[in-house]
């Protein structure tokens, strides 16, 4: 069973940065697409964006060209870089295997407030 670890998350003004970091147990994550969700109060976990085995990448218009999802196959962990940050980001932030996805994590908050 993978297990899912997040890390990262916090407190920031609108416009600040963070970077998130999620390391997925198991021998198959370097050909695994992770993805970064998010869930905020109220409403339904949504994918935000997602990195194949292969390096490439896909967003949520709603975060595209303000965050940048990375991994590293190595350490077995994908990142997520948040910059440009906003109140409508305010979420628990989740990373999970897109096609094959195992029991979510605890996930991390991020605030935005001023």
């Known amino acids: 069973q993978v297990q899912l670890v997040e890390s990262g998350g916090g407190v920031v003004q609108p416009g600040g940065s963070l970077r998130l970091s999620c390391i997925a147990s198991?021998?198959?994550?370097?050909?695994?697409?992770m993805g970064w969700y998010r869930q905020a109060p109220g409403k339904q976990r949504e994918l935000v964006a997602s990195?194949?085995?292969?390096?490439?990448?896909n967003y949520a218009d709603s975060v595209k060209g303000r965050f940048t999802i990375s991994r590293d196959n190595a350490e077995n962990t994908v990142y997520l870089r948040m910059n440009g940050l906003k109140p409508e980001d305010t979420a628990v932030y989740y990373c999970?295997?897109?096609?094959?996805?195992?029991?979510w994590g605890q996930g991390t908050q991020v605030t935005v407030s001023s």
């Open positions: 999970n295997n897109v096609y094959s996805p195992s029991h």
């Open positions: 198991g021998s198959i994550f370097s050909l695994a697409t």
């Open positions: 990195i194949t085995g292969g390096g490439y990448t």
